[in-house]
C-alpha cells in the first residue's frame, strides 16, 4: 500500500442468532496484547458466550442462541 491507498476495508456482519463474521485483513490480539490471529481474512467470533474455544465460535449457539435484540441501523 503505498501513500494515499485507502486501508483495506473490513467488515463485520452480526449473524442472525450466531456469531460475528469479521471480513478483511485483520489482526486479533488478545488482553497481553499477544496475537491470537493473524491470519486474516475471515475470523468468526463467538456472540453467545457459550464457545469452548472464545473468542471463536464453536457453533455451540446453534443450542439455542436469540440474537435478535435490536441495534440501531445507519446505512
Ligand atoms: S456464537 Fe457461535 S458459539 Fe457463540
Same mark, same amino acid.
Given at each position: 500500500?503505498?501513500?494515499?491507498? @485507502?486501508?483495506? !476495508? ?27 490471529? @493473524? @491470519?486474516?481474512? !475471515? ?7 457459550? &464457545? ?7 457453533? &455451540? ?15
Amino acid at each position: 500500500m503505498s501513500a494515499g491507498d @485507502a486501508p483495506p !476495508e473490513v467488515t463485520i456482519k452480526v449473524r442472525r442468532d450466531g456469531p460475528l463474521k469479521v471480513s478483511g485483513p485483520v489482526r486479533l490480539v488478545d488482553h497481553d496484547g499477544l496475537v491470537i490471529s @493473524a @491470519a486474516g481474512d !475471515e475470523l468468526v467470533l463467538c456472540r453467545c458466550g457459550r &464457545s469452548a474455544v472464545k473468542p471463536f465460535c464453536d457453533g &455451540s449457539h446453534r443450542l439455542g442462541f436469540d440474537g435478535t435484540s435490536a441495534c440501531p441501523h445507519s446505512s
